[in-house]
Protein backbone atom coordinates (compact mmCIF):
# COMPACT_ATOMS: atom_id res chain seq x y z
CA UNK A 1 0.00 0.00 0.00
CA UNK A 2 2.41 2.18 0.29
CA UNK A 3 3.83 2.08 -2.89
CA UNK A 4 0.35 2.85 -4.34
CA UNK A 5 0.20 5.96 -1.92
CA UNK A 6 3.57 7.26 -3.30
CA UNK A 7 2.41 6.77 -7.12
CA UNK A 8 -0.95 7.95 -6.16
CA UNK A 9 1.37 11.74 -4.57
CA UNK A 10 2.82 11.81 -7.92
CA UNK A 11 -0.88 11.54 -9.73
CA UNK A 12 -1.89 14.25 -7.70
CA UNK A 13 1.00 16.70 -7.76
CA UNK A 14 1.55 15.91 -11.67
CA UNK A 15 -1.76 15.18 -13.73
CA UNK A 16 -4.21 17.65 -13.75
CA UNK A 17 -6.64 18.55 -10.90
CA UNK A 18 -6.02 17.26 -7.40
CA UNK A 19 -8.30 14.38 -6.28
CA UNK A 20 -9.37 14.79 -3.13
CA UNK A 21 -12.11 11.68 -2.63
CA UNK A 22 -13.90 13.55 -0.01
CA UNK A 23 -14.40 16.93 -1.82
CA UNK A 24 -16.66 16.06 -4.98
CA UNK A 25 -20.40 16.27 -6.11
CA UNK A 26 -22.13 14.51 -8.22
CA UNK A 27 -24.72 15.46 -11.46
CA UNK A 28 -26.73 12.72 -12.22
CA UNK A 29 -27.31 12.29 -16.07
CA UNK A 30 -30.63 12.95 -17.23
CA UNK A 31 -30.74 11.03 -20.25
CA UNK A 32 -29.50 7.38 -18.86
CA UNK A 33 -32.03 5.75 -20.37
CA UNK A 34 -31.41 2.13 -20.58
CA UNK A 35 -29.29 -0.31 -18.68
CA UNK A 36 -28.04 -2.11 -21.05
CA UNK A 37 -25.31 -0.23 -23.00
CA UNK A 38 -23.71 -3.07 -24.40
CA UNK A 39 -26.45 -3.81 -26.69
CA UNK A 40 -27.20 -0.01 -27.77
CA UNK A 41 -26.39 0.88 -31.45
CA UNK A 42 -24.26 4.09 -31.33
CA UNK A 43 -23.52 6.23 -34.62
CA UNK A 44 -20.06 5.92 -35.22
CA UNK A 45 -17.74 8.08 -36.82
CA UNK A 46 -17.28 7.01 -40.43
CA UNK A 47 -14.03 8.56 -41.14
CA UNK A 48 -12.36 7.54 -38.21
CA UNK A 49 -14.00 4.07 -38.30
CA UNK A 50 -12.25 3.66 -41.77
CA UNK A 51 -9.38 5.09 -40.18
CA UNK A 52 -8.98 2.61 -37.69
CA UNK A 53 -9.90 -0.27 -39.70
CA UNK A 54 -6.49 0.60 -42.07
CA UNK A 55 -4.65 0.69 -39.08
CA UNK A 56 -6.14 -3.13 -38.06
CA UNK A 57 -4.91 -4.51 -41.06
CA UNK A 58 -1.10 -4.35 -39.74
CA UNK A 59 -2.23 -7.39 -37.07
CA UNK A 60 -2.82 -9.65 -40.05
CA UNK A 61 -5.20 -11.21 -37.45
CA UNK A 62 -8.80 -10.23 -35.70
CA UNK A 63 -9.17 -6.73 -34.53
CA UNK A 64 -12.02 -5.13 -32.23
CA UNK A 65 -12.65 -1.85 -31.16
CA UNK A 66 -15.10 0.31 -29.60
CA UNK A 67 -14.61 3.41 -27.94
CA UNK A 68 -17.51 6.03 -26.75
CA UNK A 69 -17.08 9.75 -25.29
CA UNK A 70 -18.23 9.34 -21.66
CA UNK A 71 -21.18 11.99 -22.50
CA UNK A 72 -22.04 9.98 -25.40
CA UNK A 73 -21.21 12.76 -27.74
CA UNK A 74 -19.34 10.16 -30.25
CA UNK A 75 -18.48 6.52 -30.57
CA UNK A 76 -16.39 4.49 -33.35
CA UNK A 77 -16.20 0.16 -33.31
CA UNK A 78 -14.98 -2.54 -35.46
CA UNK A 79 -15.96 -5.62 -34.98
CA UNK A 80 -17.43 -4.00 -31.85
CA UNK A 81 -20.04 -7.19 -30.65
CA UNK A 82 -17.34 -10.04 -31.49
CA UNK A 83 -16.18 -12.26 -29.20
CA UNK A 84 -12.25 -11.65 -27.62
CA UNK A 85 -10.50 -13.91 -25.26
CA UNK A 86 -10.15 -11.20 -22.54
CA UNK A 87 -7.05 -12.66 -20.76
CA UNK A 88 -6.19 -10.45 -18.18
CA UNK A 89 -8.48 -7.74 -18.82
CA UNK A 90 -10.84 -10.03 -16.93
CA UNK A 91 -8.97 -8.69 -13.70
CA UNK A 92 -11.23 -5.61 -14.09
CA UNK A 93 -14.53 -7.08 -13.27
CA UNK A 94 -13.09 -9.14 -10.80
CA UNK A 95 -11.81 -6.18 -8.70
CA UNK A 96 -15.06 -4.25 -9.15
CA UNK A 97 -17.30 -7.34 -8.15
CA UNK A 98 -15.02 -7.56 -4.91
CA UNK A 99 -15.49 -3.55 -4.47
CA UNK A 100 -18.92 -3.92 -5.21
CA UNK A 101 -19.66 -6.35 -2.56
CA UNK A 102 -18.92 -4.16 0.50
CA UNK A 103 -18.23 -7.63 2.47
CA UNK A 104 -14.50 -6.36 3.13
CA UNK A 105 -13.21 -3.45 3.98
CA UNK A 106 -9.84 -2.26 1.90
CA UNK A 107 -7.37 -2.86 5.00
CA UNK A 108 -9.20 -6.81 5.97
CA UNK A 109 -6.65 -9.47 5.54
CA UNK A 110 -7.31 -12.49 3.29
CA UNK A 111 -5.48 -15.83 3.70
CA UNK A 112 -3.87 -17.03 0.38
CA UNK A 113 -3.28 -20.83 0.43
CA UNK A 114 -0.70 -22.40 -0.90
CA UNK A 115 -2.76 -24.22 -3.76
CA UNK A 116 -3.86 -21.29 -4.96
CA UNK A 117 -0.52 -19.70 -6.00
CA UNK A 118 -0.49 -19.60 -10.00
CA UNK A 119 1.53 -21.58 -11.61
CA UNK A 120 5.74 -20.51 -12.05
CA UNK A 121 4.95 -19.53 -15.82
CA UNK A 122 2.50 -17.02 -14.64
CA UNK A 123 3.09 -13.77 -13.83
CA UNK A 124 2.91 -13.31 -9.84
CA UNK A 125 5.22 -11.11 -7.84
CA UNK A 126 3.02 -12.45 -4.95
CA UNK A 127 3.94 -15.87 -5.17
CA UNK A 128 7.12 -15.08 -5.66
CA UNK A 129 7.78 -13.55 -2.71
CA UNK A 130 5.42 -16.03 -0.50
CA UNK A 131 6.08 -19.38 -2.04
CA UNK A 132 4.26 -20.45 0.80
CA UNK A 133 0.99 -18.47 0.44
CA UNK A 134 0.16 -16.10 4.02
CA UNK A 135 -1.67 -13.33 4.58
CA UNK A 136 -2.27 -10.01 2.57
CA UNK A 137 -5.13 -7.05 2.63
CA UNK A 138 -7.85 -6.83 -0.14
CA UNK A 139 -6.74 -3.48 -1.24
CA UNK A 140 -3.15 -4.87 -1.82
CA UNK A 141 -4.47 -7.82 -3.73
CA UNK A 142 -6.54 -5.06 -5.69
CA UNK A 143 -3.35 -2.94 -6.61
CA UNK A 144 -1.33 -6.05 -7.30
CA UNK A 145 -3.97 -7.81 -9.60
CA UNK A 146 -4.61 -4.39 -11.51
CA UNK A 147 -1.36 -2.40 -11.35
CA UNK A 148 0.91 -5.48 -11.36
CA UNK A 149 -1.76 -7.72 -13.51
CA UNK A 150 -0.71 -10.60 -10.92
CA UNK A 151 -2.39 -14.13 -11.46
CA UNK A 152 -2.40 -15.42 -8.14
CA UNK A 153 -3.99 -11.91 -6.69
CA UNK A 154 -6.69 -12.02 -9.43
CA UNK A 155 -7.52 -15.77 -8.06
CA UNK A 156 -7.80 -15.13 -4.81
CA UNK A 157 -10.03 -11.77 -5.38
CA UNK A 158 -12.39 -14.41 -7.57
CA UNK A 159 -12.75 -16.50 -4.66
CA UNK A 160 -13.44 -13.38 -2.33
CA UNK A 161 -16.47 -12.36 -5.10
CA UNK A 162 -17.91 -16.02 -4.77
CA UNK A 163 -15.62 -17.76 -7.73
CA UNK A 164 -16.66 -16.99 -11.38
CA UNK A 165 -20.53 -17.28 -10.37
CA UNK A 166 -19.35 -14.45 -8.39
CA UNK A 167 -18.05 -12.49 -11.07
CA UNK A 168 -20.70 -13.28 -13.78
CA UNK A 169 -23.14 -12.25 -11.23
CA UNK A 170 -22.08 -9.39 -10.57
CA UNK A 171 -21.47 -8.87 -14.61
CA UNK A 172 -25.26 -9.67 -15.12
CA UNK A 173 -25.97 -7.61 -12.55
CA UNK A 174 -25.53 -4.51 -14.84
CA UNK A 175 -27.31 -6.26 -17.57
CA UNK A 176 -24.29 -6.40 -19.79
CA UNK A 177 -24.46 -9.42 -21.62
CA UNK A 178 -21.53 -9.93 -24.22
CA UNK A 179 -18.79 -10.68 -21.29
CA UNK A 180 -18.56 -14.08 -19.62
CA UNK A 181 -15.98 -15.34 -16.90
CA UNK A 182 -15.76 -18.87 -16.72
CA UNK A 183 -12.24 -19.65 -15.02
CA UNK A 184 -9.10 -18.64 -13.22
CA UNK A 185 -6.20 -18.22 -14.33
CA UNK A 186 -5.06 -21.43 -12.40
CA UNK A 187 -7.38 -23.06 -14.39
CA UNK A 188 -6.80 -22.13 -18.37
CA UNK A 189 -3.09 -21.92 -17.32
CA UNK A 190 -2.87 -25.40 -18.35
CA UNK A 191 -5.57 -25.64 -21.22
CA UNK A 192 -4.96 -22.93 -23.68
CA UNK A 193 -8.74 -23.73 -25.33
CA UNK A 194 -10.15 -22.42 -21.54
CA UNK A 195 -9.07 -18.42 -22.72
CA UNK A 196 -11.49 -18.09 -25.06
CA UNK A 197 -14.14 -19.45 -22.29
CA UNK A 198 -13.33 -15.73 -20.72
CA UNK A 199 -14.62 -13.64 -23.53
CA UNK A 200 -15.82 -10.18 -23.92
CA UNK A 201 -16.55 -7.73 -26.94
CA UNK A 202 -15.52 -4.86 -27.25
CA UNK A 203 -18.58 -2.57 -26.68
CA UNK A 204 -19.56 -4.86 -23.80
CA UNK A 205 -16.15 -4.11 -22.13
CA UNK A 206 -16.60 -0.03 -22.43
CA UNK A 207 -20.30 -0.87 -21.05
CA UNK A 208 -18.14 -1.78 -18.11
CA UNK A 209 -15.63 0.96 -18.03
CA UNK A 210 -18.19 3.46 -17.97
CA UNK A 211 -19.17 1.92 -14.83
CA UNK A 212 -16.42 3.28 -13.26
CA UNK A 213 -17.57 6.59 -12.12
CA UNK A 214 -14.77 9.07 -13.72
CA UNK A 215 -13.68 12.69 -12.63
CA UNK A 216 -14.72 15.10 -15.47
CA UNK A 217 -13.67 19.03 -15.05
CA UNK A 218 -14.43 21.43 -17.56
CA UNK A 219 -11.21 23.57 -16.54
CA UNK A 220 -8.35 22.09 -15.00
CA UNK A 221 -7.80 24.91 -12.77
CA UNK A 222 -10.91 23.99 -11.51
CA UNK A 223 -10.28 23.17 -7.60
CA UNK A 224 -13.58 21.06 -6.90
CA UNK A 225 -13.70 18.25 -9.42
CA UNK A 226 -17.51 17.49 -10.68
CA UNK A 227 -18.20 13.43 -10.66
CA UNK A 228 -20.61 12.46 -13.86
CA UNK A 229 -22.11 9.20 -12.98
CA UNK A 230 -21.66 7.81 -16.63
CA UNK A 231 -24.64 5.94 -18.50
CA UNK A 232 -25.57 2.69 -18.92
CA UNK A 233 -24.80 1.42 -14.97
CA UNK A 234 -27.70 0.61 -13.40
CA UNK A 235 -28.52 -2.84 -11.85
CA UNK A 236 -30.96 -5.00 -13.87
CA UNK A 237 -33.03 -5.86 -11.17
CA UNK A 238 -33.85 -2.19 -11.76
CA UNK A 239 -33.99 -1.60 -15.07
CA UNK A 240 -37.49 -0.92 -15.06
CA UNK A 241 -36.79 2.24 -13.05
CA UNK A 242 -34.41 3.17 -15.19
CA UNK A 243 -35.09 7.01 -16.32
CA UNK A 244 -36.75 7.34 -12.39
CA UNK A 245 -34.88 8.55 -9.45
CA UNK A 246 -35.33 5.76 -7.14
CA UNK A 247 -32.91 3.56 -9.83
CA UNK A 248 -30.40 1.98 -8.15
CA UNK A 249 -26.91 3.33 -9.56
CA UNK A 250 -23.37 1.07 -9.28
CA UNK A 251 -21.78 3.28 -7.52
CA UNK A 252 -18.58 2.55 -5.30
CA UNK A 253 -17.63 4.88 -2.15
CA UNK A 254 -14.94 7.49 -3.34
CA UNK A 255 -11.86 5.62 -1.66
CA UNK A 256 -13.21 2.88 -3.66
CA UNK A 257 -13.37 3.99 -6.70
CA UNK A 258 -9.81 6.03 -6.02
CA UNK A 259 -8.17 2.73 -5.42
CA UNK A 260 -9.06 1.17 -8.14
CA UNK A 261 -8.99 4.09 -11.12
CA UNK A 262 -5.95 5.02 -9.70
CA UNK A 263 -4.52 0.88 -9.48
CA UNK A 264 -5.02 1.45 -13.52
CA UNK A 265 -3.89 4.55 -14.06
CA UNK A 266 -0.15 3.20 -12.60
CA UNK A 267 -0.54 -0.24 -14.33
CA UNK A 268 2.45 -1.23 -15.02
CA UNK A 269 2.24 -3.54 -18.27
CA UNK A 270 1.50 -1.88 -21.52
CA UNK A 271 3.31 1.28 -22.08
CA UNK A 272 3.65 0.37 -26.15
CA UNK A 273 -0.19 0.31 -26.43
CA UNK A 274 -2.86 2.64 -25.19
CA UNK A 275 -0.82 5.26 -23.91
CA UNK A 276 2.35 4.85 -26.33
CA UNK A 277 1.82 7.75 -28.74
CA UNK A 278 -0.55 9.88 -26.45
CA UNK A 279 0.84 13.20 -25.54
CA UNK A 280 3.41 13.24 -21.85
CA UNK A 281 1.47 13.86 -19.25
CA UNK A 282 -1.88 12.35 -20.68
CA UNK A 283 -4.16 10.49 -18.01
CA UNK A 284 -4.59 6.66 -19.29
CA UNK A 285 -6.84 4.54 -16.66
CA UNK A 286 -6.29 1.32 -18.40
CA UNK A 287 -5.53 -2.76 -17.97
CA UNK A 288 -3.91 -5.07 -20.33
CA UNK A 289 -4.46 -8.28 -21.00
CA UNK A 290 -2.02 -10.93 -23.07
CA UNK A 291 -1.63 -14.92 -24.16
CA UNK A 292 1.35 -16.61 -25.20
CA UNK A 293 1.99 -17.41 -28.89
CA UNK A 294 1.69 -21.27 -30.33
CA UNK A 295 2.31 -22.13 -33.53
CA UNK A 296 3.57 -18.37 -34.20
CA UNK A 297 0.05 -16.94 -33.48
CA UNK A 298 -0.82 -14.81 -30.27
CA UNK A 299 -4.44 -15.71 -28.97
CA UNK A 300 -4.62 -11.94 -27.62
CA UNK A 301 -3.21 -8.64 -27.04
CA UNK A 302 -5.59 -6.33 -25.51
CA UNK A 303 -5.51 -2.84 -23.48
CA UNK A 304 -9.03 -1.47 -22.66
CA UNK A 305 -9.26 1.84 -20.75
CA UNK A 306 -9.97 5.22 -20.07
CA UNK A 307 -8.35 8.41 -21.56
CA UNK A 308 -8.94 11.62 -20.78
CA UNK A 309 -8.72 14.31 -23.27
CA UNK A 310 -6.90 18.31 -23.32
CA UNK A 311 -10.16 19.54 -22.32
CA UNK A 312 -10.84 17.48 -19.39
CA UNK A 313 -13.46 14.82 -20.98
CA UNK A 314 -12.80 11.52 -20.92
CA UNK A 315 -13.86 8.27 -23.30
CA UNK A 316 -13.69 4.62 -23.21
CA UNK A 317 -11.91 2.46 -25.23
CA UNK A 318 -11.39 -1.37 -25.76
CA UNK A 319 -8.82 -2.98 -28.42
CA UNK A 320 -8.39 -6.16 -28.75
CA UNK A 321 -5.97 -7.76 -31.30
CA UNK A 322 -6.50 -11.34 -31.56
CA UNK A 323 -4.91 -14.60 -33.52
CA UNK A 324 -2.35 -12.75 -34.62
CA UNK A 325 0.72 -13.55 -36.11
CA UNK A 326 2.28 -10.39 -36.19
CA UNK A 327 4.92 -10.04 -33.55
CA UNK A 328 4.68 -8.40 -30.49
CA UNK A 329 5.74 -4.58 -31.46
CA UNK A 330 3.38 -4.87 -34.67
CA UNK A 331 0.55 -6.20 -32.49
CA UNK A 332 1.10 -3.47 -29.16
CA UNK A 333 1.77 -0.61 -32.63
CA UNK A 334 -1.70 -1.08 -33.67
CA UNK A 335 -3.52 -0.62 -30.55
CA UNK A 336 -1.48 2.78 -29.66
CA UNK A 337 -1.76 4.03 -33.47
CA UNK A 338 -5.97 3.41 -32.84
CA UNK A 339 -5.65 4.93 -29.61
CA UNK A 340 -3.67 8.04 -31.21
CA UNK A 341 -6.03 8.21 -34.20
CA UNK A 342 -9.21 8.82 -31.80
CA UNK A 343 -7.45 11.13 -29.18
CA UNK A 344 -6.77 13.17 -32.23
CA UNK A 345 -9.96 13.16 -33.69
CA UNK A 346 -12.11 13.75 -30.28
CA UNK A 347 -9.15 16.13 -29.35
CA UNK A 348 -9.96 18.75 -32.22
Not at 190 to 205: D, F, G, L
Not at 280 to 298: C, P
Amino acid sequence: MKYFAFLLMLFVAGCGPAMDANNFRRVDNANSANSNLAAQPTNDDAELAKQIEEIAKEANGRVGVYAEMIDGEGSVSLNADERFAMQSVVKVPIAMAVLNQGKHKLADKITVSKDELVPDRMHSPYRDKNPNGGEITVGELIELAVSVSDGTAADVLQRVAGGAAGVQSFIDSLNIDAMKVKYTHKEFSNNNERQYENWASPRATVALLSCLVVPESPSRDEKQLVYYPPPGCFFASNAEAVGNSSAKRFELSPERQLLLRQSMVFTETGKNRLKALLPKGTVVAHKTGTSGTANGVTTATNDVGLIQLPNGKYFSIAVFVADSPADEKTREAVIAKIAKAIFDKWSA
